[in-house]
């Protein structure tokens, strides 16, 4: 493979995460490359189901929250943008998320979730299922089995595949070079980042010249040699997914008893599982009866319907369970990470984005990542 040209920046993987980086920096000026061996979006952007659920994924207060709610909140006007500049509508939709309970633990467990939402400031309705409460689940959506249920009116959902076309589009007529390799390794001379080693499809060898690198590789993050990742500080975690042949009449996300319904134009996709078996994407027989059990839990009207479509992802796990954002403290300059943001990579796309560039701008960031060092580990 011949060299190609310098650029400012070289981003490594394309995926949702990856295209928002390359885009917010072309838009601010920057020379923008973006590698990635397979499809853009190919990997856990397009296997997700798409779930705004701030108050949904969370487990307490603390910065992941912070980081959470901060990108809930741009997702409108980042819809707004990607239509205006692509002509593509990503279906946002902030309709509410019912979270339900099932079981006196899961019943425990949301009455927490609830009291300590609502005095951190967020928007929570708690329902118990007794008489008029009852109703009030129903008329969101939720089943008549639950014994409680927990709506946030500010969680919703978005179409993640057509956001992962839209923002591709967005990045192209904003400059980004989207180019098609394998990267082998992050290179650095003198204390600081030279570029990326290519392997193309054609199976030639080369190099990409850049001032910086931010690797965006998901679940392969911490494979890249150069990247400074400890290793199994970021890990592939398994989520098998399906689509049946159905509706929510409220048209909103339900969750409850393991798993959650994303309604869509014709179907409903049922998740997730979560586990830990390394870069092994099959779709199981055990996952598949648990998602059914699934769909039965949240949609006891369904009957007997048409599964789809089957699929599963690897979403990118940290040791921790934070994401990984920003510089390196003891690594090269010129060289970012942002990985590891397990369930919540849509959700989080938008903040990301624009903390990943003022970071490689070297301008201060608008909050602050210092619990999301990448090399903290």
Not at 55 to 84: F, H, I, N
Not at 132 to 143: K, T
Not at 200 to 226: F, H, N
């Given at each position: 493979m011949e060299p190609v040209s310098g650029v400012d920046a070289i981003v490594v993987g394309a995926g949702a995460i990856g295209c928002t980086v390359a885009w917010r920096l072309a838009q601010a000026g920057a020379r923008v490359a973006l590698v990635d061996r397979g499809e853009t979006g190919g990997e856990a952007s397009s296997a997700a189901a798409g779930i705004i659920g701030a108050q949904m994924e969370a487990q307490g207060p603390g910065p992941l929250l912070s980081l959470q709610v901060a990108s809930r909140a741009l997702y409108p006007?980042?819809?707004d943008e990607l239509r205006e500049l692509t002509g593509i509508n990503v279906r946002c939709r902030i309709e509410g998320i019912l979270q339900q309970a099932f079981s006196p633990e899961e019943f425990e467990k949301l009455r927490a979730r609830a009291a300590w939402q609502?005095?951190?400031?967020?928007?929570?309705?708690?329902?118990?299922?007794?008489?008029?409460?009852?109703?009030?689940?129903?008329?969101?959506?939720g089943s008549p089995?639950?014994?409680?249920?927990?709506?946030?009116?500010?969680?919703g959902?978005?179409?993640?595949?057509?956001l992962v076309s839209a923002l591709r589009?967005?990045?192209?007529?904003?400059?980004v070079s989207f180019l098609r390799a394998d990267a082998r390794a992050v290179l650095e001379g003198g204390g600081r980042i030279r570029g990326v080693e290519l392997l193309d499809e054609s199976k030639s060898v080369g190099r990409l010249d850049g001032r910086a690198v931010v690797v965006a590789a998901g679940a392969w993050s911490a494979l890249l040699p150069g990247a400074r990742i400890a290793e199994g500080a970021v890990r592939p975690i398994r989520g098998q997914m399906?689509?049946?042949?159905?509706?929510?009449?409220?048209?909103?996300?339900?969750?409850?008893?393991?798993?959650?319904?994303?309604?869509?134009?014709?179907r409903v996709f049922i998740g997730a599982t979560a586990e830990d078996v390394g870069f092994q994407k099959q779709v199981t027989t055990n996952g598949?009866?648990?998602?059914?059990?699934?769909?039965?839990?949240?949609?006891?009207?369904?009957?007997?319907v048409e599964v789809l479509e089957s699929w599963s992802g690897l979403r990118p796990g940290s040791r921790d369970g934070l994401p990984l954002l920003g510089k390196p403290e003891r690594g090269p300059d010129g060289l970012f990470v942002c990985s590891g943001h397990f369930r919540s990579g849509i959700l989080?796309?938008?903040?990301?984005?624009?903390?990943?560039?003022?970071?490689?701008?070297g301008r201060p960031p608008t909050i602050d990542l210092t619990p999301f060092r990448p090399d903290r580990f």
């Amino acid at each position: 493979m011949e060299p190609v040209s310098g650029v400012d920046a070289i981003v490594v993987g394309a995926g949702a995460i990856g295209c928002t980086v390359a885009w917010r920096l072309a838009q601010a000026g920057a020379r923008v490359a973006l590698v990635d061996r397979g499809e853009t979006g190919g990997e856990a952007s397009s296997a997700a189901a798409g779930i705004i659920g701030a108050q949904m994924e969370a487990q307490g207060p603390g910065p992941l929250l912070s980081l959470q709610v901060a990108s809930r909140a741009l997702y409108p006007k980042l819809a707004d943008e990607l239509r205006e500049l692509t002509g593509i509508n990503v279906r946002c939709r902030i309709e509410g998320i019912l979270q339900q309970a099932f079981s006196p633990e899961e019943f425990e467990k949301l009455r927490a979730r609830a009291a300590w939402q609502r005095e951190a400031g967020l928007h929570a309705e708690w329902f118990e299922s007794q008489s008029s409460v009852h109703q009030s689940i129903r008329e969101l959506g939720g089943s008549p089995a639950a014994l409680a249920a927990l709506y946030a009116p500010d969680d919703g959902q978005i179409d993640n595949r057509l956001l992962v076309s839209a923002l591709r589009l967005a990045a192209l007529r904003a400059g980004v070079s989207f180019l098609r390799a394998d990267a082998r390794a992050v290179l650095e001379g003198g204390g600081r980042i030279r570029g990326v080693e290519l392997l193309d499809e054609s199976k030639s060898v080369g190099r990409l010249d850049g001032r910086a690198v931010v690797v965006a590789a998901g679940a392969w993050s911490a494979l890249l040699p150069g990247a400074r990742i400890a290793e199994g500080a970021v890990r592939p975690i398994r989520g098998q997914m399906i689509a049946i042949a159905a509706t929510i009449p409220s048209g909103r996300v339900l969750t409850g008893g393991g798993g959650y319904a994303v309604p869509r134009a014709d179907r409903v996709f049922i998740g997730a599982t979560a586990e830990d078996v390394g870069f092994q994407k099959q779709v199981t027989t055990n996952g598949l009866r648990g998602l059914l059990a699934t769909a039965a839990r949240l949609l006891p009207d369904l009957g007997d319907v048409e599964v789809l479509e089957s699929w599963s992802g690897l979403r990118p796990g940290s040791r921790d369970g934070l994401p990984l954002l920003g510089k390196p403290e003891r690594g090269p300059d010129g060289l970012f990470v942002c990985s590891g943001h397990f369930r919540s990579g849509i959700l989080m796309t938008p903040i990301t984005g624009e903390l990943m560039r003022d970071v490689v701008l070297g301008r201060p960031p608008t909050i602050d990542l210092t619990p999301f060092r990448p090399d903290r580990f």
